[in-house]
């Protein structure tokens, strides 16, 4: 047998390499770059360093904060002192109380091990918000009359003069419904679909734009057109609307300081006026738009333009207690792609491939003649004779219409309105439609991309272009379930599934931090977590929502998600509460039997079975009770150590030891003496194994059991939304990382790459949305975009590669690659709070080369699969002869050992 060398070389792949000296990036306050309008006191700085050689530690830092970018002696608010720590990242302000509205600039300097100082960072930024209800002196204003269903988009104006020289000049804004802000014929600000979606009542998001250029010396003008939006739109089934109010509304104002240092305010009042006469007559998030442009009010946004015809606004009464500043990241138009092919279908409709299910709009070029209607209807899939389908968009229409002015080139894309779709038709359009006519327009929360993945196995990098594009088109302020059909709700249980995959795909720190705190929001008096969030199902009487195992855990679970990969302990600090009132309730159902009886409504949702079984015997099915007292004890687990983690030491001693009630009775209730679990589905064990419910002795021959199941499938799953996050980890955890391989690379039904195989570029809801004849299946649940199985994506990057972390944060990483048979090469990056971690490995010239990369100010556990190590080398070197590499060991064929920041390169034969 030959023998392989593994080969541990610099990282080119990931394309980086360190600075020279000791420097400092990537700046952020509160997760944020530069953030204009926030309201946290006491704002938390990170940073990232870079610098020449290998274990590179900090050891001190220095902050200061100034009221201008000179850091004059004057301007100086606080500086930190020179402050012994390792620590880089969310180091809290602790100087004077911060004023609203005032940008504070700042700086950091730090020493390292090597006994080198740095010279000061770049400077960076962040700006208060409003931080008193006082402050605000603008008033709701709204448009008469406007209450009904589909109406035309209110209209809203302002004209004023300013004759000084202005130095600084910030709108505040929110509103009920979406509003898009105008300034003397422009647009204010790139964000889209503002202000966000929340639960309203008890939070409400404002933003805050720097307009300091936008204005004019003498004559301005400033507006706003609103829409339906999430506040008065259609939401979920029932034929539901106007869920938080039927009045648009805008509360808006301008500050302007003065290059004097004198100020103004331009708030909106009785003095603003309002129109519906404009060019879009209807606006619905399902439903799409409907835009007349022989309507469109030319110049409302410029000054001198005639309003006579315009009516007063009236006043809203509102109590502004619930307005909050922005916290998650902000929607906007992320990229554009063009379509791949225009056809015709066999009955002769004219459709757009777009070339990826994609969730934002169309932008949309034409010339014709006045009067001229151009429809376009969106559509994830054709069916199985190449028609247009949209049985499964249910009611939503997800339509756009558009009446030409027949003034030339027109150029139009929706403003209040998003789709999820890869297909168009189109219907009314003068001429021939080309690929120049259509753009497709990307919306989603702009969040900064901090993972890849890629393998040596096609099908597998289109799964994970899937899973990616997944949480694309579902992260629109909320983690929604699916985007197109009339749904698109922050479905908890897919939330709690999906949270540490799209925490590696990309940085959700700030859009997590701001989803959980509607959480708390909407959670019950009693505890229970409603099934969505912002919680719809309940507001009105056509919809009933309750709570669920699995997905109200996510309170619990999410939370403790995010203070695992950012380090980020307020986040713990802030749901702790919601996170205790969870399992208080919990408690009090299950009682002194320890099993939450009647807890799960969902079960194992979607699972596998075999369609001649009924739902309850089905092959694959997992008892509900059993399931729900799986995840009491699994968040009980959670709750105690995020209460160590706190300080909270009674309570981490009640919740240990309440999980190990919940265990002993769990064994006793579910497990058998041979180590059966359940009712002997995959989801049984693998609950059991992932929670720690089982008894140290019957562990393994519970893997074994589950293994047998898959072996029996011929190596499929059968698990649904609560089994498949943790299926492959329990069995690496086990000792069956190929068996794990074996699923992943599956292609036949059901399996990750089946839909793969059938064309998908994203995650389906079902194993099996299209069927192997092309035909569908139910169309009353059967999305093409829902991110729930793109869960896997987690063990692609901690195992397959092999990025880990051990604590919180990655202040410490742990390198474990497993390689395989079945791959040639397999690698991951990821852009930690810290800098870019790397690992992978590759089958080349009889070796095996692993790469890995460690971030300065952080350590690393190196584990390879080696069982001799005078047959490993790093860098041509024996291991021993590397001063980097500390405390080698060997156990269980694998050598371990621990090593600082920095590229290695080792060579094992084996």
């Not at 039904?749 to 099996?768: F, N």
Request: proline letters at 3%.
């Amino acid at each position: 047998m030959k023998s392989l060398k593994l080969t541990l070389v610099f990282l080119s792949f990931f394309g980086i390499t360190f600075a020279q000296d000791l420097s400092l990036k990537d700046l952020t306050v509160d997760h944020k770059i530069n953030p204009i309008g926030i309201d946290n006191n006491q704002p938390r700085f990170s940073w990232k360093i870079i610098g020449t050689g290998y274990n590179i530690m900090q050891t001190a830092y220095l902050l200061r904060v100034a009221t201008d970018e000179k850091f004059s002696s004057s301007k100086i608010v606080w500086q930190s002192g020179k402050i012994e720590s390792d620590e880089s990242i969310l180091q809290m302000y602790k100087g004077p109380e911060l004023k609203s509205g005032q940008r504070y600039f700042w700086q950091v300097k730090i020493w390292d091990n090597k006994e080198r100082e740095s010279k000061w960072s770049s400077t960076a930024y962040w700006e208060m918000g409003l931080l008193s209800q006082s402050e605000w002196k603008a008033k709701w204003i709204e448009m008469n009359g406007d209450t009904s269903r589909y109406s035309p988009s209110p209209h809203f104006r302002k004209e004023f003069i300013s004759t000084k020289t202005i130095a600084i000049a910030r709108v505040y804004v929110t509103s009920h419904g979406f509003y898009e802000l105008q300034l003397n014929g422009k647009k204010v600000g790139d964000q889209v679909l503002t202000p966000g979606w929340t639960s309203y009542g008890k939070r409400l998001q404002y933003q805050v734009y720097d307009v300091t250029n936008m204005l004019l010396k003498g004559n301005n003008a400033i507006g706003a057109v609103l829409g339906d939006g999430w506040y008065r739109g259609t939401l979920a089934w029932g034929n539901n609307w106007a869920i938080y109010g039927k009045k648009l509304g805008i509360l808006l104002q301008l500050k302007i300081t003065y290059a004097d240092g004198s100020e103004s305010i331009i708030a909106s009042d009785e003095t603003w006026k309002a129109s519906n006469d404009g060019a879009i007559r209807m606006n619905d998030i399902y439903n799409g738009e409907t835009y007349d442009a022989t309507k469109k009010l030319t110049g409302w946004n410029n000054p001198g333009y005639d309003d006579k015809n315009w009516q007063s606004v009236k006043i809203g009464n509102y109590n502004n207690g619930n307005l909050i500043a922005s916290e998650g990241p902000p929607i906007r138009k992320i990229q554009e792609i063009k379509p791949v092919k225009i056809f015709r279908t066999p009955k002769g409709k004219l459709v757009v491939d777009m070339g990826q299910n994609m969730v934002g709009w169309l932008r949309l070029k034409v010339s014709g003649n006045k009067g001229t209607v151009v429809t376009l209807r969106h559509a994830e899939v054709l069916d199985k004779s190449g028609e247009f389908y949209t049985t499964n968009l249910r009611a939503a229409k997800c339509q756009l219409t558009y009446t030409l002015a027949g003034t030339g080139e027109e150029i139009y894309e929706p403003r209040f309105t998003f789709m999820g779709f890869r297909f168009v038709e189109v219907t009314g359009f003068p001429g021939e439609l080309t690929i120049d006519n259509l753009t497709g327009v990307v919306v989603h929360s702009d969040m900064t991309v901090t993972g890849s993945y890629e393998c040596s196995n096609p099908l597998i990098n289109q799964l994970q272009h899937n899973i990616q594009w997944g949480q694309k088109g579902n992260f629109v302020d909320v983690p929604t379930d699916c985007p197109q059909r009339d749904e698109r709700l922050g479905w908890t249980g897919d939330a709690q599934a999906f949270c540490r995959t799209a925490a590696y795909n990309m940085d959700v720190s700030s859009f997590f931090t701001k989803w959980l705190k509607d959480v708390s929001a909407d959670q019950k008096p009693a505890g229970e977590i409603p099934f969505v969030i912002p919680d719809i199902l309940n507001k009105q009487g056509s919809l009933t929502g309750g709570t669920s195992a699995g997905w109200g855990d996510v309170c619990v679970i999410s939370p403790w998600t995010m203070y695992q990969v950012y380090g980020d302990k307020k986040i713990l600090e802030t749901q702790y509460l919601s996170m205790k009132a969870w399992i208080e309730y919990i408690r009090k159902k299950a009682g002194d039997s320890y099993i939450w009886k009647d807890g799960s409504v969902f079960g194992d949702w979607l699972f596998y079975h075999p369609p001649v079984n009924n739902h309850t015997e089905s092959d694959g099915y997992t008892d509900h009770d059993f399931i729900a007292t799986a995840f009491y004890a699994y968040s009980t687990s959670i709750l105690g150590q995020a209460a160590e983690a706190l300080g909270k030491a009674e309570d981490a001693k009640t919740y240990a030891d309440l999980f190990n009630k919940i265990k002993e009775v769990f064994i006793n209730e579910y497990v058998t003496k041979a180590g059966r679990v359940g009712t002997n589905s995959q989801t049984s064990y693998v609950l059991a194994l992932k929670f720690n419910l089982l008894p140290e002795n019957l562990r393994s021959k519970a893997a074994e059991f589950l293994v047998n199941d898959i072996k029996n499938r011929d190596n499929h799953l059968s698990t649904g939304f609560l089994g498949t996050p943790y299926l492959c980890h329990v069995l690496s955890e086990n000792g069956y990382t190929e068996t794990a391989y074996d699923l992943l690379l599956q292609e036949s039904y059901p399996s990750w790459l089946y839909p793969v195989k059938m064309g998908a570029t994203t995650i389906w809801e079902r194993w099996d949305g299209e069927k192997t004849d092309s035909t569908f299946q139910d169309p009353g649940m059967n999305s093409f975009n829902h991110y729930a199985y793109g869960a896997i994506g987690d063990w692609m990057y901690r195992i397959s590669a092999g990025i880990e972390t051990m604590g919180p944060g990655y202040k410490h990483i742990i390198i474990q690659p497993h390689v395989s048979k079945k791959l040639t090469y397999s690698r991951a990056s990821f852009e930690s709070s810290y800098g870019p971690i790397g690992s992978g490995w590759e089958k080349k010239d009889g070796k095996i080369i692993i790469k890995v990369r460690v971030p300065a100010n952080t350590s690393a556990t190196i584990i390879l699969q080696a069982a001799n190590q005078d047959k490993v080398t790093e860098g041509n070197r024996a291991l021993s002869q590397n001063i980097y590499l500390k405390d080698i060991r060997i156990a269980d064929n694998k050598i371990s050992m621990e090593a600082g920041s920095g590229e290695y390169v080792f060579e094992i034969s084996i």
